[in-house]
């Protein structure tokens, strides 16, 4: 029969057991987390090269399919008119995508979420109490969690 003096050593023995199987089971873990992000990387660099690569070329692509243009036009006039009429629509095409893209610019800047920073000023207001030192009626337009909390009765 055991003792109770063995039967602490065996618990122990175990609990040590134990402690080990996780050590060893988080290690092989990681081991095999860092295998797979080697691999998931290798990948990703590959497919990032291969897409370089494929920019490239499209743009290449394109640059001839300009040269292909103005030749079709130089079979009706001289070259360097077919050339300066692709030149002209190019710079034609640029400033307008400009011109879009600045306007995208200044429509996103300031780039604060000014919608969430005056819902969580209402919501902190209705928290408090009143806003702006006056009661909230349910047909302001207040927030959603603003509109929430009050219909809560907090």
Not at 62 to 71: C, E, M, N, Q, R
Not at 105 to 129: D, F, S, W
């Amino acid at each position: 029969m055991p003792t109770h003096a063995t039967e602490q050593n065996g618990l122990g023995a175990t609990a040590k057991d134990v402690a080990e199987h996780a050590s060893s089971l988080f290690r092989l873990e990681l081991e095999l987390a860092t295998l797979e992000l080697k691999k998931k990387a290798a990948n990703l660099g590959l497919g990032a090269g291969l897409a370089a690569g494929a920019a490239v070329f499209a743009l290449y692509g394109v640059g001839f399919l300009f040269a292909t243009i103005a030749a079709g036009l130089a079979t009706a006039m001289p070259t360097w008119l077919a050339i300066l009429i692709v030149t002209l629509g190019l710079f034609v095409i640029a400033a307008i995508l400009g011109l879009i893209g600045l306007n995208r610019i200044q429509k996103g800047t300031p780039p604060v979420p000014e919608q969430a920073i005056r819902e969580a000023k209402l919501t902190t207001n209705a928290l408090k109490g009143e806003p702006d030192g006056k009661a909230v009626m349910p047909s302001q337009n207040v927030g959603v969690a603003s509109e929430r909390l009050r219909s809560d009765g907090n």
